[in-house]
């Protein structure tokens, strides 16, 4: 085996441990085609190119019905701590932008501190009231542990399953506190001599990286939510 032929296999075999666990068997097919190419540059471009699997981070699919409670399971268990991660900066900045408001004496940085705070009110907002409804459903389950509403009946199951799916992780909740943050950032920062444009632009990028992730996010659930409408489909 040559030199670029051994490269080609060892990026293809790296493409096929790190994919997503949803994407397994894309990268092991793209990792067979590369035996079967003659050319060994031919191979490493192949190879090369499969590395766009590594982008696409998707959970394991949905076999059956029966796989549906461990994942719901999954869900509500991590579904506060992903909406902490997605708000963390919003939350965490807004007793500095109570500072800001209260210190500076330029309206316009009043301004935006206050729109800072408003920012940081909606995401502290909405994580309480996704703690409370987290709360109200296993208080329920612990309630009535002989039957079970959740994890007993799979189809039952796959119907909240999917009611969960499409609740959680609201983008529009996320969109408008991170442009509160962000306008709240601006206003503040021009309203001062010292404008610091470096940081905005960083704010702004960290800000699209955010909304990239999202984006991202709710396509996994998009996806799964069709197929929890298959695996109904053939049940029915």
Known sequence: MTLVRGLAVRISCRVVRWASPGCKEWAEGLEREVAFIESDWAALGWAIGSTRVLLDRRAAPL??????????????????????????????????????????????????????VLGSVIAVTYMLLERHRLLLIERRRLKETWQDYIYNDVVACAHFYKEQLKRCDKLWIYFSSYLCWMLG???????????????????????????????????????????????????E
Request: hydrophobic share 50%; net charge neutral; no cysteine.
């Open 185 to 235: 950032k601006s206003l503040y920062y021009t309203s001062h001599d010292d404008k610091d444009m470096f940081t905005l632009v960083l704010f702004s990028l960290f800000i699209l990286f955010i909304l990239l992730v999202m984006s991202l996010v709710k396509q996994q659930k998009l996806r799964r939510i069709e197929e929890i409408d298959a695996l109904l489909a053939e049940r």
């Open 63 to 116: 076999r059956s019905l029966d796989e549906v409670p461990a994942a719901t399971y999954k869900l509500l268990d991590g579904a506060l701590v992903r909406s902490g991660f997605f708000l963390l900066m919003p939350i965490m900045d807004g007793p500095l932008f109570l500072h800001w408001f209260f210190v500076t004496r330029s309206t316009l940085g009043r301004a935006g501190s206050a729109i800072g």
